[in-house]
């Protein structure tokens, strides 16, 4: 396990090792000292502080000016250097530029953007040649149990029949995991892999993870052991995608 996915003695930080454990395992061998690494929708930097702890330049581009400034204040308290920029998908080339990133970042955004594969085009554009994108989206089968399990059937059952490109309410789209392969198909990436991501952590009760000792750890074992099980990726709250 990397120190960064190590569970904490902090609830928070338990909770997050637990989610975000597969998606830092398969990202960071990906992040070279001095890379150039772009977190689109990089929201308040969590994930980028950990990548440019590693020695990358890191540009966080982003619409929400709260969110820019909460990154400024985390890469500050951490001694780290991160660009934050303001701007969006649709954008972007005009404040990045095109082959200027090495790494592309594109967690929990696609979800929300008006047209994923005009986004995943202009992401393509973007990478230098031979370059990774990590995508992480929302995965719909996993919302339907989600929303079963709350007790909200008629909203389950109204998304087991949404087709792919339906948006559900606020949480945007939502995508299984050969739509979105498709689409980066599509779009000219290479998939390399496909992992599930949180295919137990959200449905285990907080509560069980602070009483237990070492639950988090366990939990974040159970989930690596997962994610690539391709039996487990209707059932993962995220997918994540590697690609060239
Ligand atoms: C669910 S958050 C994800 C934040 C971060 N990437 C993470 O994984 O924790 C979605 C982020 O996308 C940003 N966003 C919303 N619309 C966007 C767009 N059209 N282009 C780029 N980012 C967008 C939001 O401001 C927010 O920070």
Request: glycine share 8%; with cysteine.
């Amino acid at each position: 396990m990397t120190d960064s996915a190590r569970p904490t003695d902090r609830p928070s930080e338990r909770r997050a090792a637990a989610r975000t454990s597969v998606v830092w395992d398969a990202v960071h061998p990906h992040v070279a000292p001095g890379a150039d690494v772009l977190d689109i929708g990089g929201g308040t930097g969590g994930f980028a502080v950990r990548v440019a702890r590693l020695g990358a330049r890191v540009t966080v581009v982003d619409p929400s000016p709260d969110a820019l400034a909460a990154l400024a204040r985390r890469a500050r308290e951490l001694a780290v250097d991160v660009s934050a920029q303001q701007g969006d998908l649709s954008t972007l080339l005009e404040v990045t530029g095109p082959d200027s990133a090495d790494l592309v970042l594109c967690h929990g955004v696609l979800e929300v953007v008006d047209d994923p594969a005009a986004a995943l085009a202009t992401l393509r554009r973007v990478l230098r040649p031979g370059g990774v994108l990590s995508l992480l989206v929302a995965q719909r089968h996993a919302a339907v149990v989600a929303r079963a399990m709350a007790g909200h059937f008629a909203q389950a059952l109204t998304l087991l029949d949404a087709g792919p490109g339906e948006r559900d309410g606020r949480a945007g789209h939502r995508f299984t995991a050969d739509e979105v392969t498709a689409l980066a198909q599509a779009a000219g990436f290479s998939v390399e892999t496909v992992h599930g991501v949180r295919v137990f952590a959200d449905l285990v009760p907080g509560s069980l993870l602070d009483l237990e000792p070492g639950a988090t750890s366990a939990l974040v074992d159970l989930e690596r052991a997962v994610s690539s099980r391709p039996e487990y990726l209707p059932l993962a709250a995220q997918l994540h995608l590697l690609a060239r």
